[in-house]
């Protein structure tokens, strides 16, 4: 199969656009925002209860997400709205011909070096977001938009420790 | 008119028809960030090295059209903002996690709303960037008892930047308009000037 090549990005304003009218209409029907890091921990204390159940019910995080036993842990809103942003992610990449098997990272870095970086990455990125209560969609974005104190503060420090550590890891990106 | 949304809080529709309605809001999400390039790490951690503030412009573009959204709706009686749900602010964990979290975003390239658009699309860096966010998730909930104390420090409550500064809504959200537009202007001359240098 010769696949052809992909469509060039959206406009970022226009993209940011539709962003913000779908999180207009969040606000509008639900009366909240957007948000991702939350279906990762309704999902993360719904495998430790598979697999453990005393255990999980024993841990004030995971109760929390776990509720009364009365509902499937994975019943949440943010869950249902994740899957959401896979489905149409997946629309869009298919349409664009971006949709394919890779891993993304710059010329100069092994694909060993690369994922052992994101894994490193995205267990920072799951304590930055449980400590903030929030990630960028559930901070940053949703409470930029209301003007939320600690979301703004967030944000701020966001930017502040990417370009801190910028420098250490160019290697990986150009 | 009487005030009429946000249609959940008013009872227009149950819990079960929410997570219709949160799938759907997800697609249009998800498709959005795909279009964007967000499904792309290189192009997501290019913000931090200046050579395309893509990130930040389609943030801040968002930021104002829901923004403004809210502000024309809430004038004109038809939205009650204050039934719209903030984050209650805690200061210091949420300056600590953003700061935790902006450095994650470089090492992995990803944030969790990304790197689930990255890894519907295929990527396999995505896709090892999620089971990391499991395993921080779950080494965050084993110390939670440990951190809970600073977790929940600084407790300000539900507190908009409006109420905190003493300002005018309107004015505050005027000034972030100006902010936004300025910097649009900014990062498309550091984009070219970056650009250009390399």
Redesign the interface.
Known sequence: MNPRPPSP??N??L???????????????????????G???S???W??NLVAPAHAQA????QQYLGDGSTHPL?A??V??????????????LL?G?????????PRVSSAV??L??????????????????????????????????????????????????WF??W??? | MAMM?????YGLFGEEF????????????????????F?????L?????LYDM?VF???????????L??TY?GWIGW?D?G?????????G??????????????????????????????????M???????????????V??A??GF?NADA?G???????LGLP?GL??FA?VVIAVVG?WGATKVERWVGGRS
């Open positions: 990005y959206a970022p304003y993209a940011g656009i539709g962003l913000g009218l779908v999180l207009l209409a969040a606000f509008v029907i639900m009366g909240r925002g957007l948000g991702a890091s279906a990762f921990s999902t993360v204390s495998l430790v841990n004030e995080y995971m019943k809103w943010l249902f709205e994740v899957i959401g942003v896979a489905a149409g992610a997946l629309l869009s990449g664009a971006r949709a394919h098997i890779a891993i993304e990272k710059g690369r994922l970086c994101a894994f490193a990455g995205g267990m920072l990125m799951a304590f930055g977001a449980h400590l903030a209560r929030g990630c960028t969609s559930g901070q940053a974005l949703t409470g930029g938009a209301l003007l939320n104190v600690g979301s703004w503060a967030f944000m701020i420090m966001v930017f502040v420790g990417g370009y801190a550590a910028a890891f160019r990986q990106w150009r | 949304t946000p249609l959940f809080k929410s997570l219709l309605v949160a799938f759907v809001l997800g697609i249009g999400f998800g498709f959005c960030l795909e279009r964007a390039g499904g792309s790490a290189r192009k951690a290019a913000q931090f090295y893509s412009k389609v943030m801040f573009t968002a930021i104002v059209t829901a923004m959204g809210v709706l939205l903002l039934l719209v749900y903030l984050v209650p602010t805690h200061l964990p949420q300056l600590v996690g953003g700061l935790v979290l902006g450095v994650g975003f470089v090492v992995g390239g990803y944030c969790p709303g990304t790197s689930v658009a990255s890894l519907a699309t295929g990527r396999i860096d995505a090892v960037y999620a089971l990391g966010i499991f395993a921080g998730t779950f080494v965050y909930a084993e939670y008892p951190i809970k977790v300000m539900q507190v908009t930047l409006p109420e905190v809504y505050v959200v972030v649009f």
